[in-house]
């Protein structure tokens, strides 16, 4: 197995179009650092994008209190609770004041994976489902990594939520772009970004 060095993205990577960065975020590892010191990550494999003048965005009515991490600097976590059950992070985009974010869907497990099939309370699922469905959804991502609203605003850059990049390419290729999943609004637009055979 090749050994990977993992660092932190520079600033200008996430001040970018959101567009642009759903496609950019496919292939860095989501890593979190729970309060008891364990790790748990995931390889990001499906983003979706909303900006400011998406019907579907958070952002299009305007800044308020819930959703004022999306009109922050690029870099940073936007943390909502969906369905008054899981909270979902999405990593802020552009330049602040933008209203735009990509909201992490799913990922591939990388390291904590019984901390995170504990969490989830899915310890008596049969292996393939857990391996289906373990964290192939945004409010499973955020029950299996343990994320709260205390994370909302917090900078990629430091503990204990980070998105790293350990220098992997995902080709144009392997990228599929199609319309968002469980959306009322904004259902033609090709925003969702899946990194297919993962």
């Known amino acids: 197995m090749v050994s990977r060095e993992y660092h932190s993205l520079p600033e200008d990577f ?4 959101t567009d642009s960065l759903a496609r950019q975020l496919l292939g860095k590892i989501l890593k979190r650092t729970l309060p008891d010191g364990s790790v748990v990550s995931g390889r990001i494999c499906e983003t979706e994008a909303y900006s400011q003048d998406d019907p579907a965005s958070h952002s299009f009515g305007g800044e308020t209190e819930r959703n004022k991490a999306m009109f922050g600097p690029g870099g940073r976590a936007y943390v909502y609770i969906s369905y008054g059950i899981h909270c979902c992070v999405n990593c802020v985009s552009g330049s602040e004041g933008a209203g735009s974010a990509v909201l992490i869907r799913a990922l591939v497990p990388l390291s904590g994976r019984e901390m995170m099939i504990s969490l989830r309370g899915c310890e008596k699922w ?3 489902r857990i391996k289906r469905s373990l964290l192939n959804g945004p409010g499973k991502i955020g029950q299996a990594f343990g994320l709260d609203l205390e994370l909302n605003g ?3 850059s430091e503990e ?3 998105i790293l990049d350990d220098g992997l390419t995902v080709p144009d290729e392997e990228v599929s772009i199609t319309p968002r999943i469980g959306l009322t609004k904004g259902t033609d637009l090709l925003r969702r970004y899946v990194w297919e055979n993962t």
């Open 14 to 17: 996430y001040r970018i179009d």
């Open 126 to 128: 049969p292996e393939d």
């Open 154 to 156: 917090h900078p990629f």
């Open 160 to 162: 204990p939520l980070r």
